[in-house]
Nanobody
Framework: QLHLVESGGGLVQTGGSLRLSCAAS????????MAWFRQVPSQERELVAA????????YYRDSVKGRFTIFRDNEKNTLYLEMNDLKPEDTAVYYC??????????????????WGQGTQVTVSS
């Protein structure tokens, strides 16, 4: 059973930076596409960034392009999200997700079968 645990969230001022980590255990994530989603209350969970299994194909939603970087360390079985120039609209709970049936990422929440518990990111203005 794949277990994902996010860390690195917190409170930061506008323009600040955070690095989120997603530590995987129970199975290797090396052959899985991985992604970061985020969610604010009363809104749907949205895809922020995704990475295929060999880190060649990356996706970023338009609002985070140039500010966020997704990367993975398969030897450490860990996924990361480097977030720079944070804005109040980035405030959300951030979730790590694994697409356990494919090495290519997808855009829909339903395509990811393993999820972490989430980590809160709050950006103050």
């Amino acid at each position: 059973q794949l277990h994902l645990v996010e860390s690195g969230g917190g409170l930061v001022q506008t323009g600040g930076s955070l690095r989120l980590s997603c530590a995987a255990s129970g199975r290797t994530i090396s052959t899985y596409a991985m992604a970061w989603f985020r969610q604010v209350p009363s809104q749907e969970r949205e895809l922020v960034a995704a990475i295929n299994w060999v880190s060649v194909d990356l996706y970023y939603r338009d609002s985070v392009k140039g500010r966020f970087t997704i990367f993975r360390d398969n030897e450490k079985n860990t996924l990361y999200l480097e977030m720079n120039d944070l804005k109040p609209e980035d405030t959300a709970v951030y979730y790590c997700a694994a697409r356990t049936n494919s090495g290519n990422y997808a855009y829909d929440v339903k395509d990811y079968r393993a999820w972490g518990q989430g980590t809160q990111v709050t950006v103050s203005s």
